[in-house]
């Protein structure tokens, strides 16, 4: 099993700064198979970028994802007061089965 | 417009079996593989389960392995997650996802609540 580790857990940033979130694999992920998901709270999670650095529909372009192999990261260009949220990574390079990483919490400084 | 309803969830003593619904609606729910994600109180999210669209590729997570089975109706647009010899580990809000691109999640129901407790 792929294990995908965050960092940080968790980032206090004021609104209009620039962030990077990491998501580090175990193991190679397949293909770019990676997915960052935004979960808001008493909300659902939502598919912001797949396919390592593909937008889905509705994504923000101040949002854009990067990486291959091991090594993955989100970032945000200019955070909006909507962005602080927690934000998880997911592989599906070894789909159906898949893992996602354990979260960092953005948070308003 | 996508929507994923769940049903099902509900306070169970352990040991016991629940049986939880996703009803899809807005899509050609037989077209696209459906998954399964839980998430404990306050804690990150879990892949549970997938299946794919002709039912002919079915996954479990280590956790649930050998205790849930996961299928689908695509004449009900229904996805359903068979729950049983429940634990305490299992509370947590369940989650029906459809899949994108394999399994990159692209629609997420609201949720139903799973709670074992005595």
């Known amino acids: 099993e792929i294990v995908l580790t965050q960092s940080p857990g968790t980032l206090s940033l004021s609104p209009g700064e620039r962030v990077t979130l990491s998501c580090r694999a175990s193991?190679?992920?397949?293909?770019?198979?990676l997915a960052w998901y935004q979960q808001k709270t008493g909300q659902a999670p939502r598919l912001l970028i797949y396919d390592a650095s593909t937008r889905a529909t509705g994504t923000p372009d101040r949002f854009s994802g990067s990486g291959s192999g091991t090594d993955f990261t989100l970032t945000i260009s200019r955070l909006e007061p909507e962005d602080f949220a927690v934000y998880y990574c997911q592989q599906y390079g070894s789909s159906p089965e898949n893992t996602f990483g354990q979260g960092t919490k953005l948070e308003i400084k | 417009e996508v929507q994923l309803v769940e049903s099902g969830g509900g306070l169970v003593q352990p040991g016991r079996s629940l049986r939880l619904s996703c009803a899809a609606s807005g899509f050609t729910f037989d077209d696209y593989a459906m998954h399964w994600v839980r998430q404990a109180p306050g804690k990150g999210l879990e892949w549970v389960s997938g299946?794919?669209?002709?039912?002919?590729?079915?996954v479990y997570g280590d956790s649930v392995k050998g205790r849930c089975t996961i299928s689908r109706d695509n004449a009900k647009n229904s996805l359903y997650l068979q729950m049983n010899s429940l634990r305490a580990e299992d509370t947590a809000l369940y989650y029906c996802?459809?899949?994108?691109?394999?399994?990159?999640?692209?629609?997420w129901g609201q949720g139903t609540l799973v709670t074992v407790s005595s």
């Open positions: 299946i794919s669209w002709n039912s002919n590729t079915i």
């Open positions: 996802a459809k899949a994108l691109t394999l399994a990159a999640l692209d629609s």
């Open positions: 193991q190679r992920v397949r293909s770019r198979y």
